[in-house]
Every structure is written in C-alpha cells, then in structure tokens.
C-alpha cells in the first residue's frame, strides 16, 4: 500500500488519530473543561485545524517559532514557555495585536521582557503563573510564590493576568495513586487562587493537563482547561503508563530492513535520527520502541541511521527488504525529524503533511 | 557577541575546527593513507568543500538523500550504508552517470538492487563489502562470507567489486587495548584479503575508520582510507572516550536560562529537540552535555524544550536571561536538527551555514 515511499517515515492512521481527538472532546464536553491541545507533538497547521473543529478551544505551543506558524491555524495561543530573548518577545507581542497570546512564566525577569516586548508593539499579553505541582522542572514553588509573581504581574504595563498553569509531567502511571496526586494538586490550587482572592486578584484560566493525566482531569475541580499533546498520535510512553492499548497508536515509523548479517539480528533504517534516543519513561528497559510485526523482538540499540533489532525470540523473522513498523516510545520528537509525515484514510493511499513547525525551537 | 541570535543555536568556533581538519590531514599525509570524511556529522556542502581542500580524497555519506546534496561538492562519494528501496537505487545509480559513486554491502539481496538500478540507468556503481570486526551492527561475520559476498558481487551486472569496509564503532576509548584491536582488525583483513587474492579478486579500497580511532589508523596497516565524521566538531563522547580534550571542541550549543524557580536547578532552553537524548557512550553516567561555564553543573534530565540542570556545586549561578554553552554528547543528531548552525571566525560575527542534507533520511 505504500511501497513507493522511500522508509523510514511516519504513517498515521486517519481513522485511529480521529478516534483519539474525538474521545477526548467527549470526555472533556462531558466535565465541561475546554481542550488546548499541545501542537508540539504534530507542528501541524492541518491537525490544529482538526483538534480545533473537534471543539478545541485553543492552541498550545511551546516557542514563540511555533506560534507564529499555529497563528495561522487559531486565534487563541497558550505558549506554556517563557519567551526570554528580546526579539522574540516582540514577535510575540506583534501576534497579540490581532490574536489573544498568552505565555507562563515562573519569573519577574521574564514576566518584565514580555511586558517590555508589549510594551514596545502597543499590544497586550495575556500571562498565566506557572506553578510546579510535583514535576519540579519549572514554577513557582509554592502558594506564597504565586501570589507574588501574581501581584508583580498584575502591575506591569501591557500584560494581563490570567490564571495559573501546572504541568503534572511527572504522574506516569494510571495507578490508584493517580487519582490521590490529582486530588492533592486540586488542594494545592484552592490554596493559590484563595491567596489571590484574598488579595483582589483572580484567576479566569486553569490551565493544566498532560496525555497521561488528561481523562482523569475532572479530579481537579479548579481546572478550566486542558493542554494534552501525544493523545492524537500516542506512543509506547501511553501504552506503558497503562493510558492507552496498541490499538489506539495511530503513528508508525515504517522502516525497511537493511541488514540480517549479525545471526539472531535484523537491522532497520531507522536510528537515532528517526527513533530519537528517548527511552521508554513508565518502562525504562522495554528498548526504542515496539516492533508491531513481533511484539517479542527487542530494538536493543541505535545509532544514526541503524535500529539493532533482537529477533531470537520471533517466530518469522523479517528478510533483507522487508518492511517492518515501529511505534516509537516517544512520538513527538520523531515527528519534529520529519519535513513531513504521512497521512492514510482508510482505503486510501498516504498523502503528506507538512510539518509546518518542525525546527522552531527558538 | 552573539546576543542577537535566539537561542538554543549551534555556534562553531572556525579556528578549533580548522585545526581539527588540519591536523587530520597532517596525520594521514604522514601515513599515505586518504581522508574521506563522513558528512553526516555536519551536512553542510561548504564544510564538505572545506574537507576537500584540505585534502580529502572525497565525501562519505549514510543515504542517497545525502549523496545527492553531496554531489555538488564532490565528484567521488562512498555511501557506507545500502541502498534498498528500488527509487533510492535508481536515485543513486543516475548519480553514478556522472560521478564516482560506492556503496557498501553486505548481503546478496542489497547487492542485486544495486546491481539492478545500475543497469537500468546504464551506470556502473561500485561496491565494498562491509565487513564486522567488532560492532555487530552490519557487516558479513568472517573472511569465508567475505569471500562468497565478493564473488557474488563480481559476477553481477553494472557494479563493480571495489574492496572491503568496516566500521570500528565499538572501539571508544583511548587505552592501550585499542591499539591491540586495530592489529587483531588488520589480522582479519590480511586473511580477507589474501582469500580473495587466492580466488583472483582484488580490493582497490579498504575504507575504515572512525574519529575515535582515526589517529591510530595506521595500526592496521591494509587500511586505504578513513571516514571520520565527528573529528570537524568533537563532543563529550570525544572527550569522554579519551581521544580530544575540551579545547578540541569547535561546536557548542548556546542556550539561555529560562527559569531558577527550582532551588539549586536552572533550567536551559534547549531540551531533547536541541541536545537529542543521546548519552555519552564512553561516559554513560555523565548527563546531558558539559555547561562549558561551570564543569560542576550537571545536566541531569531533558524534557523536550527544557534541559534540567543541577548547579548546587556550582559557585557562580547564572540567572533568568543569561547565556551559557553546552558541549553535547553527540554533536551529529544535534546538528541535524537544525536548519542552519553558526559559523564564527576569530574577531567576527557569527554567520549563518545551511544544514544542506538536514532531514535526508532516506
């Protein structure tokens, strides 16, 4: 079916990636929290577009790079990043002219360049309080910090305070303890917003949420929104973390074996390059990824261009030419290698998609 | 100097890089033996041109995408990797046409594609057999499947039987046992190579080499060629592995502090889109690349757009906004996920340089 595209590349099954959005957006109608879904995992205009007609209430970037590309698909950006850099503060308060542009921070420094940017465009952006809830990467470390990065936001010229935003990326694992971590981040976050209640200040957004974490987000009352990313695609990280089963993986790197010259091992054209070197977070030995064709070979290692794979244990081991598909452990990154992936409706031959933000890192 | 320039890019100080070059080339002039440089390291047409002109004898590659972008540097390319898909053969016999193209093998299936391709386009295309001596990555495993391999070759139509390859990529430190590997490797080739005299096959090029190795090539003394790569640049794994010293790295990633919100953690913007999660093979238990400004930080954990860094040990913590450098652990994947790198000459402002075969997987 699609032996005239030259591997590796990424295959996504339309009606899987379909099925992810809609499942979300019905669970999030359901508890009557709004979805910002996280474009960094596809940097595609065409899926924003698709995420936003599944009732999407937003966008999520994570540069200013990216959203001037996701400007082209929403009106209403969340970048969940300080901008730092003095020019790419004014690129973002240039977008707020004619979009709502909001961005987290965690410091008074970068909350003084955004408003400076905004300052210098005559715009004004929208700032939420990045809090840290467990994952102890950014934000503000407790209720009293909050506040006073609220009260420091809430006198700058050209920027608006909005609410708060957490990331729980450290809660992995759909375990019973789970749903306790969402409990105690609720607690934590009636605490901030009573401070700043308390102080005349309010919070209109929540922001919070992650893939894992997303279809157990009612357990934080206080939640406006949700900003999940790898739930249209899904990775090996989901299936392992016990969120999602095989079947609603809707992204595989199709590759073609190389090499079967080293007994007991097949070599794919898929390494580091393709795979990325990210490891399997909920199952830190499980290899680079799953080989769908033989659940029990191992990708023991990687290098550029070359996935070793273990087939010892296969009944029917692939020859010299053969395509095999991978589902990565961490898909978004291998979609970021990529000027473009490959779509499939059922039925139909693959069709590319760009890429559209692929590189913006800055 | 360079406070212009959003971060996260990749700066290369010209003058470390040039010396690297030269100092290659002095060695292998000393030893008669060619240079032919992997440009998977760096991509770039103009520091492939800067290769030649310091006497490489021509440009290796790892896929056809790549052949193609290198073509216009050089008129003889060696692909150490084989080309499977039926359009990617095609692709690089019409490249065959007009310049002088090899490809290494190692099985019957590979060679027939090429052989096939070839004849379609009414091309010759030369092949090395790539042989183990160590990696078990590719590569036929002993001098009998050299030999059956090499006959196969000479017999097949519009290719043409031009020596033997290997890549010592399991060989990554500089200890006295190194020098015992490369003479057990030139051991294996000298019974290679006297099995195929036997059996009246000649190997015109015995291509070898990899930066760890490089200056000790001379050890095997069979050898025609080296293809290092990562010697322009250098990296952690470089300097881990014992073979360059920190002043030896001529590319460096400058990040900027984005948030001290973590009390002894700064966090950088450059995560695993920018460093790749790729660990320090010599060295696996030394984080994320080195922060040239304090070599007692410690970059423990990566998300994708941010680095993690332990400062505790560290006296002078750098604050929101400021910039440091990061020596990577494996400057290759870093490079190719850029659009352009910086290229600073002594004295001079930072230019920008096409990442030219960026995203050329296939």
Known sequence: MHDEIPTPFILIDAQIARRNLASLA?????????????????????LARMQLEAGAIGLTVAKVGEAQIMAEASDDLLMAYPAI????????ARLAKTKTIRVAVDSTAAADRISEGAKA??????????????????????PAEALALAQYIDKL??????????????LQWKTPQLDQAMTQIDSVLAEVLERWRA???????VSGGSTPTASRSHLITRLTELRP??????????????FVSLENCSAKIICTVISTAVPGQIVLDAG???????????APDSGHGLVVECSRAKITKLSEEHAQVDVRECDQVPKVGD?????PNHICPCVNLQDRIWWQEPGDEPKPLAVDARGRVF
Chains 1, 2 share one sequence.
């Open 272 to 282: 580091s390059k393709t795979l990325t070197s990210d490891r399997c977070g909920p």
């Open 85 to 92: 850099h003095p020019q790419r503060c004014l690129d973002l």
């Open 229 to 242: 990313g790898t739930y249209i695609f899904n990775d090996m990280n989901c299936v392992h973390g016990g």
């Open 199 to 205: 102080s005349g200040l309010q919070a209109k957004i």
């Open 323 to 327: 395509r095999v598909s991978v589902i």
């Open 157 to 170: 010229p050209n920027v608006r305070l909005d609410g708060l935003m957490f990331y729980p990326g450290h």
């Open 121 to 142: 465009e005559g715009s004004t952006v929208g700032v939420l309080v990045d809090l840290d809830v467990g994952l102890h990467r950014t934000g503000v470390q407790n």
């Open 26 to 46: 019905d669970y999030a109608r359901q508890h009557k929290l709004g979805v910002r879904p996280h474009t960094k995992t596809h940097k595609s205009k065409m």
